[in-house]
């Protein structure tokens, strides 16, 4: 008994470090997802183009020495987007803003909107995976990151911070109304900045929040936002596989820790991510990925 106990237990460990092997090799396995949503009213785009291009990026989390990253993350240009949209926790540590923004340089020259998640704010944590796995919230460290220094450049560059703010714009033949929060899994957020329905004369309304808490998310609907973008679930990051997600790390349920899906009327897309805080170096059946939106116009 104890020689087949030390047997399943030795292969056991063995299949845990060829998982967590296989775990670390996918942080590289970049991915670019494409969906298509009718949002833009009947000859918005004044028949120039068949669609209007959304380039969603989030949780780059971005550690010295990650080259493939910022390369992948730089020939995401190719994609021709006309507006880019960053849902925040760009940073991993306090020496990579110049490591962001060479990932982010070509698309700096694109309109762009963005908002910061806790990540940005402070170092990551060592993770408990027990707690990460019962849905815990965990505290924030007290460790500042260089989330000014990171902010002023997206700002010099022309990005439009909209964390808490209302910004009201033209990416080419379409208006903008768009509307963020400050990160709300960490109760950062004050939603009565922004509250009242989005300006009138918009072709497409955006609501920006790092994490896709329920009852934010519920606030733009009723104001009437069209379309919420979020990152912060990793895409649950530790799947089973066909991608199903076991946690998301926030109130948002699992079946949509990932991807385009709805609430109510409003279209919610929630980004994998492209990175994994250094304490959890690890994808399962989840690899990192960035999304093409094409907004077409309604019939």
Known sequence: MLRSALTV????????????????RELENFRL???????????????ESTEFRVLHLS???????QDAKCEWVASLIDTDPDLVVNTGDNLGDAKTVPDVLRALG?????????????????APRPVNPFGYLANRKRPVSDVELPWRDLRAAFVEHGWQDATHARCEFKAGHVRIA?????DP?????????????????????IALSHAPEPRILQRFVNDGY????????HGGQICLPGGHALVTNCGISARKAKGLSRIGPMYLHVSEGLGTSRYAPVRLFCPPAATLLRITELP
């Open 178 to 182: 768009a509307a963020g929060v400050d």
């Open 226 to 233: 069209q379309l919420a973008l979020c990152g912060h679930t």
């Open 59 to 65: 949780d780059l989390h971005m550690l010295p020495g």
């Open 9 to 24: 237990t030795g292969a056991a460990l063995a299949g845990g470090t060829a998982l967590t092997a296989w775990g670390n």
């Open 33 to 47: 997802h494409e969906v298509t949503m009718p949002l833009l009213p009947a000859g918005t785009l004044r028949g």
């Open 185 to 205: 899994h960490h109760d950062l957020d004050d939603y009565d900045t922004i509250a009242g329905p989005p300006h009138r004369d918009c072709d497409l309304a």
């Open 106 to 122: 070509p698309l700096l020259g694109r309109p762009g909107l963005f908002v910061f998640g806790s990540n940005d704010y402070w």
